[in-house]
């Protein structure tokens, strides 16, 4: 049986049919319906960003599911079951010797049981309140759960930075090649990925306070998305090739997510 995470992984072409089909319209419509033109790039904009913020969060329970259905909790790495314990034992904001004693006896009672992860604890909902708009902030909190900080240094100069080189043949290429190498390493439990395959290296603990790309991208879609969806801005200023663009950057960073969440669930 295939793992959740190669299922979620091998929709992300089907779950893009619907923004290609608005963007090829558009194209058609460019020169001879601006009306028409308009709305089909405004409303590609709004998918685009729709469909980063529900594949945040299938990719969270992908990962659960699989955990719970091919491994132990007692196996697991000790951030996801921090993240699970800290749920039940006191509010984010507590702190403190006993607040960790707590986490750290009931982590210890678990592993003696059968226990199975619960999704909620992993996303933004829960802890954080119910803003879900994937906003650098929140992808970083979600991913945080997971014991990855500051996701976007992760990816930071590595090999999925070619998306922002303008090189649409390069980053169609890359594309495809993460799509095989995730499908290949995930058909299976466990995942056989490996992050520096493409680049991609954990961050030392020192924090870097200059923004990447990534996240100079993020902010700005998530800007037009805001702008579009709340009536403040009733123009439209994008072309077919931003759409394009925007789209390929969204789907590259759901390959980096994936990759370094799968790995992150593997790893101590």
């Not at 049986?1 to 608005?22: A, C, G, K, P, Q």
């Not at 259905?69 to 996801?80: E, G, N, V």
């Not at 996701?151 to 090999?159: H, R």
Request: proline share 2%; aromatic share 10%; with cysteine.
């Amino acid at each position: 049986m295939t793992t959740f995470v190669y299922d979620l992984v091998n929709s992300i072409d089907d779950r893009w049919h619907e923004v290609r089909i608005l963007v090829e319209r558009a194209a058609e419509e460019q020169h001879t319906n601006s009306d028409l033109y308009d709305a089909l790039c405004r409303a590609s904009v709004l998918l685009i960003v729709a469909h980063l913020e529900g594949f945040i969060k299938e990719s969270a329970k992908a990962i659960i599911y699989d955990l719970n259905k091919f491994s132990r909790f007692r196996d697991s790495p000790s951030a996801l079951k921090r993240t699970f314990c800290r749920s039940f034992v006191g509010a984010v904001q507590e702190e403190g010797k006993d607040l960790e004693a707590r986490i750290k006896k009931l982590i210890q009672t678990l592993e003696g049981l059968e226990t199975q992860f619960l999704v909620e604890p992993f996303l933004i909902e829960t802890s954080y309140g119910n803003n879900k708009t994937p906003s650098p902030h929140v992808i970083n909190r979600i991913c945080s759960n997971f014991g990855v900080r500051n996701i976007f240094s992760w990816l930071n100069n590595s090999s999925l930075d070619i998306v922002f080189s303008g090189v649409s043949s390069e980053v169609e290429l890359l594309l495809s090649k993460l799509r095989s190498y995730i499908l290949s390493k995930t058909v299976d439990y466990p995942y056989g990925i490996n992050i520096s395959d493409f680049g991609i290296i954990r961050p030392d603990s020192k924090h870097n306070e200059n923004r990447s790309f990534w996240e100079t991208f993020l902010d700005q879609l998530v800007r037009y998305r805001n702008d579009i969806a709340h009536g403040s801005s009733l123009n439209n200023s994008f072309s077919v090739e931003d759409l394009i663009e925007f789209q390929n950057k969204v789907i590259m960073l759901k390959y980096g997510l994936i990759l370094i969440l799968c790995y992150q669930s593997m790893n101590d």
